[in-house]
């Protein structure tokens, strides 16, 4: 199973962007989606997660009431949608999923890069 995340872009501050993530291969039936973003020299920090089986979703407080995550099951694909976003946002988005709980996120995609200008 592959993680291909997609969706990246140029927005202007204030601008709206979603991000899709969609699962190839074999049957895919993860324990938890979720989002992470790395901006330039920083760290890579949690941004949201879903559980796949329903369920509300959770946000890093940086985020929370502007993002939105939600899962499409028969598709495969999770989505992330940004608004009112922010310069602070710029960042490599990346997508994880949970397969096997105990090693937490353990799939992961490549990344897509968000720039948010001022």
């Known amino acids: 199973v592959q993680l291909q995340a997609s969706g990246g872009g140029l927005v202007q501050a204030g601008g709206s962007l979603r991000l899709s993530c969609a699962a190839s291969?074999?049957?895919?039936?993860?324990?938890?989606m979720g989002w992470f973003r790395q901006a330039p020299g920083k760290e890579r920090e949690f941004v949201g997660g879903i559980t796949w089986s329903g369920g509300k979703p959770s946000y890093s407080d940086s985020v929370k009431g502007r993002f939105i995550i939600s899962g499409d099951n028969a598709k495969n694909t999770v989505y992330l949608q940004m608004n009112s976003l922010k310069p602070e946002d710029t960042a490599v988005y990346y997508c994880a999923a949970v397969v096997r709980p105990a090693r937490g996120y353990d799939l992961w995609g490549q990344g897509t890069l968000v720039t948010v200008s001022s």
């Open positions: 291969g074999r049957t895919f039936s993860p324990y938890i």
